[in-house]
C-alpha cells in the first residue's frame, strides 16, 4: 500500500524485487535504465510505445502570437518541441472499469 497519490520509482523497483525476486539494487537499475533508454529516444526525437500502455508523441508547434490574460497584449510564442502522452484503448478500459 503506497502512502501517496504518485507513483515513484522507488515503488516500481520494490514491485519487480517482489515479483521477480531480483535484488533491490537490481530491481532499481532496471528502472533506471529502462527510463534511460526512453529518455534517450525521446532527445533524439523518437516517439515511445509501450503496447498496452501508450504512446509517448513529439511534436513541433510553430510560432504563434498569445495574449496575457491579465493585460490583454499580445506576445509572441517561440516555436518548440513540445512532447505529449496518448494512452492507449487498454489501459483507457482499465482506468475506467
Not at 537490481?26 to 533506471?32: G, I, Q, Y
Not at 509517448?56 to 499580445?74: H, M
Amino acid at each position: 500500500m503506497r502512502s501517496t497519490d504518485t507513483l515513484t520509482r522507488a515503488e516500481i523497483a520494490e514491485a519487480i524485487h517482489r515479483k521477480l525476486g531480483l535484488s533491490r539494487s537490481e530491481s532499481l537499475a532496471m528502472v533506471e535504465t529502462i527510463l534511460q533508454h526512453m529518455s534517450d529516444a525521446l532527445a533524439e526525437g523518437e516517439n515511445v510505445k509501450i503496447s498496452g500502455f501508450g504512446t509517448f508523441l513529439l511534436r513541433d508547434k510553430g510560432e504563434r502570437i498569445g495574449r496575457n490574460p491579465k493585460t490583454g497584449v499580445e506576445v509572441p510564442i517561440t516555436p518548440r518541441r513540445v512532447m505529449t502522452f496518448r494512452a492507449s484503448q487498454m489501459l483507457k478500459d482499465r482506468i475506467t472499469g
